[in-house]
């Protein structure tokens, strides 16, 4: 019984959250103090704190932390994939849709008006990272990081996480 609480504390919260973590927040607080009890506020509080110090999802951290605090190694398991579930099954059925009118004029058109926004989003976030780099570090750190980078992974097809970890290493030492 204890397992099925922790799937719907999580679950109904994931499909009710609109906007990811942070718009689930109240929700989760909602069936884990108010509705089963698990936790007083002020514990509540902590998870969500220790949550947010951690890099990832803040849902799927605390879904974890609280199911393990309820149920142990089960109970986290349950309370990640709980999370995780209504988002996965709405992309499974979505794609199973996609997939079926995959040659049909209208999606081929479709994807062909994404790929420009795409390619524009992803322009814009590498802009802004230039930027913060550029501000943080200055213009010939940022370059030669750049350059560097590019080299590695263009032309000595190194694998991007030794290109990362080289350049997080370098980071620590020499900034």
């Known amino acids: 019984m204890i397992y099925w609480e922790i799937f719907l504390a999580f679950f109904i919260p994931g499909i009710l959250g609109y906007g990811g973590g942070p718009a689930s927040i109240p929700l989760i607080e909602n069936e884990v103090v108010t509705r089963y009890g698990w936790m007083n506020v002020q514990e509540f509080s902590e998870v969500l704190a220790l949550g947010n110090a951690l ?11 609280i199911g393990y605090d309820v149920a142990g190694i089960p109970g986290a398991a ?6 995780v579930a209504p988002s996965l099954l709405l992309i499974i059925v979505l794609l199973s849709i996609l997939y079926k009118y995959k040659n049909s004029p209208k999606v081929k058109r479709m994807t062909l008006y994404i790929r420009p926004v795409i390619g524009i ?14 501000e943080g570090i ?17 032309r000595m097809k190194v694998h ?11 980071g620590g030492f020499f900034l």
Not at 78 to 83: D, M, S, Y
Not at 142 to 151: K, P
Not at 160 to 170: E, N, Q, R, S, T
């Open 160 to 170: 991007p996480a030794f290109v990362i970890i080289g350049a997080l290493i370098y």
């Open 121 to 134: 989003l992803l322009g814009v976030m590498a802009w802004r990272f230039f930027s913060e780099s550029y």
């Open 55 to 65: 890099p990832g999802p803040i849902a799927t951290k605390m879904a974890g932390y």
């Open 138 to 154: 200055g213009l010939w750190q940022t370059v030669i990081l750049m350059l560097v980078s590019y080299l590695l992974l263009e």
């Open 78 to 83: 349950i309370g990640v994939f709980a999370t």
